[in-house]
């Protein structure tokens, strides 16, 4: 575990920051802002389209950042990765486009309790759109997906389950290769929202088999406004384009249109080169961490700061033990509001996310109106946990 705070120029710069809110976004590397920097000053231009030597390298160097990027997630058919802005448009994507040419009336769509409004909102609305029935997994009082009742709720007329693979609001790991395995027994196709897993456990999106996984490169080292779709090719071409323009076409008449092959078809416009290449560089960074040092990193002081927290009287942990859970601790003091703990604690500089995480059925479900959340990633140390834990000392003396 090499991840050292002087690599990130902005964690660097605040030596007193305590920096957790890692599951909204991560801090960035140097060698990520370096790789952009270096793109925009040496390789700038738009890709695909100049016969000229140095949109040829803009066209490269966007090539390249899709390979590193797909060989780092385990996808071998680099074509079925497609860029998008993040795991919100990635979900979008498939629930627009492949769900309206899909999923009909009567057909049923199955989440669960536990998602984010991104991977939650666009199945409402499509099964609102187009009259089909969605289906709401159930999540047990320690923040699980019921997997008995999933069991059952996938059937016949499921025509998609769409589930995360990491809770962002508890940091439950699910258990994603059971979930898939009982959705493709009964023939729905998978989507998987992996925003809280590609950042922090080992990956390999061919061998877990879901149809379509999305996730974002600004919660994993990489720039804002660049994310991941990857889908199976036949999935792919199947389906309708989302966006049309250009880039995306094959042949333009006059009153119909023919489609680029993968993965331009489901990249209208031009494109985001210097955030690909960010993100080839973040992931690059990853991999020399290697990302089982980052899991067993991170589990180390989730364990930790959960045992350090649940010592403090009044404090309630939500989600399953921490070895179930992602960089994730998910909390609650007394009847402090989550908000004033999270101002008390930005007054120590200790950067924490309080409310309900964009996961509004799952905080119903759990009869909470918010939590406090504490997130860890590479560059946080015990020294994090500290200042979390004499935040939250201090909060119970302020409020009594
Ligand atoms: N899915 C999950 C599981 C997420 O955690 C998030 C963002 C998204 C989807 C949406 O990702 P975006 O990059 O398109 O915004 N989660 C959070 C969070 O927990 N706090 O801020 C953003």
């Given at each position: 575990?090499?991840a050292?705070?002087?690599?990130?120029p902005?964690?660097?710069?605040?030596?007193?920051?305590?920096?957790?809110?890692?599951?909204?976004t991560?801090?960035?590397?140097?060698?990520v802002?370096?790789a952009?920097m270096?793109?925009?000053?040496?390789?700038?231009?738009?890709?695909?389209r100049g016969?000229?030597a140095?949109?040829?390298?803009?066209?490269?160097?966007?090539?390249?950042?899709?390979?590193?990027?797909?060989?780092?997630?385990g996808?071998?058919?680099?074509a079925c990765?497609?860029?998008?802005?993040g795991?919100?448009?990635?979900?979008?994507?498939?629930?627009?486009?492949?769900g309206?040419?899909?999923?009909?009336?009567?057909d049923?769509?199955v989440?669960?309790?536990?998602?984010?409004?991104?991977?939650?909102?666009?199945?409402?609305?499509l099964?609102?759109a187009?009259?089909?029935?969605l289906?709401?997994c159930?999540?047990?009082?320690?923040?699980r997906?019921?997997i008995?009742?999933?069991?059952?709720?996938?059937?016949?007329?499921t025509?998609?389950?769409?589930?995360?693979?990491?809770?962002n609001?508890?940091?439950t790991?699910?258990?994603v290769?059971?979930?898939?395995?009982?959705?493709?027994?009964a023939?729905?196709?998978?989507?998987c929202?992996?925003?809280?897993?590609?950042?922090?456990?080992?990956?390999?999106?061919?061998?877990?088999?879901a149809?379509?996984?999305?996730?974002?490169?600004?919660?994993?080292?990489?720039?804002?406004?660049?994310?991941?779709?990857?889908?199976?090719?036949?999935?792919?071409?199947?389906?309708?384009?989302?966006?049309?323009?250009?880039?995306?076409i094959?042949?333009?008449?006059?009153?119909?249109?023919?489609?680029?092959?993968?993965?331009?078809?489901?990249?209208a416009?031009?494109?985001?080169?210097?955030?690909?290449?960010g993100?080839a560089?973040?992931?690059?960074?990853l991999?020399?961490?290697?990302?089982?040092?980052?899991?067993a990193?991170?589990?180390?002081l989730?364990?930790?700061?959960?045992?350090r927290?649940?010592?403090?009287?009044?404090?309630?942990?939500?989600?399953?033990?921490?070895?179930?859970?992602s960089?994730?601790?998910?909390?609650?003091?007394?009847?402090?509001?989550?908000?004033?703990?999270?101002?008390?604690l930005?007054?120590?500089?200790?950067c924490?996310?309080a409310?309900?995480?964009?996961?509004?059925?799952?905080?119903r479900?759990?009869?909470?109106p918010?939590?406090?959340?504490?997130?860890?990633?590479?560059?946080n140390?015990e020294?994090?946990?500290?200042a979390?834990v004499?935040?939250?000392q201090?909060?119970?003396?302020?409020?009594?």
């Amino acid at each position: 575990m090499t991840a050292k705070r002087a690599d990130f120029p902005l964690l660097a710069s605040s030596p007193g920051l305590h920096y957790l809110d890692s599951a909204a976004t991560s801090q960035k590397p140097r060698a990520v802002l370096d790789a952009m920097m270096h793109y925009y000053t040496h390789d700038n231009a738009n890709p695909h389209r100049g016969a000229y030597a140095l949109s040829a390298r803009a066209t490269d160097r966007y090539h390249q950042a899709r390979e590193t990027i797909a060989a780092f997630v385990g996808v071998r058919d680099s074509a079925c990765l497609i860029f998008t802005r993040g795991t919100t448009e990635s979900l979008n994507l498939v629930a627009t486009a492949w769900g309206r040419a899909n999923v009909g009336r009567d057909d049923e769509i199955v989440i669960t309790g536990l998602e984010h409004h991104a991977n939650f909102v666009p199945w409402q609305q499509l099964a609102n759109a187009v009259g089909a029935k969605l289906r709401i997994c159930d999540v047990t009082a320690d923040g699980r997906v019921d997997i008995d009742q999933f069991r059952t709720l996938v059937g016949p007329r499921t025509k998609v389950a769409a589930f995360n693979h990491v809770s962002n609001a508890l940091g439950t790991i699910n258990p994603v290769r059971e979930m898939i395995a009982i959705a493709h027994a009964a023939g729905a196709i998978v989507v998987c929202d992996g925003a809280q897993a590609a950042p922090h456990l080992p990956l390999d999106i061919d061998a877990l088999g879901a149809d379509f996984y999305a996730f974002s490169g600004h919660k994993m080292l990489g720039p804002m406004g660049c994310g991941v779709l990857v889908g199976k090719r036949a999935v792919l071409e199947a389906m309708p384009p989302y966006q049309t323009g250009g880039d995306m076409i094959e042949y333009v008449a006059d009153d119909r249109s023919t489609w680029n092959v993968l993965p331009h078809k489901f990249e209208a416009g031009t494109p985001n080169v210097a955030d690909a290449v960010g993100l080839a560089a973040a992931c690059d960074y990853l991999q020399q961490l290697g990302m089982a040092d980052v899991r067993a990193h991170e589990q180390t002081l989730t364990a930790l700061a959960t045992e350090r927290l649940l010592a403090i009287p009044e404090v309630a942990v939500y989600g399953p033990p921490p070895a179930e859970r992602s960089g994730v601790v998910s909390f609650t003091v007394g009847q402090i509001h989550p908000h004033d703990l999270a101002t008390i604690l930005d007054e120590l500089d200790v950067c924490i996310r309080a409310g309900h995480h964009c996961a509004q059925p799952l905080m119903r479900r759990l009869n909470l109106p918010a939590t406090a959340r504490a997130s860890f990633y590479v560059y946080n140390s015990e020294a994090d946990v500290d200042a979390l834990v004499a935040g939250v000392q201090r909060a119970r003396e302020v409020f009594g």
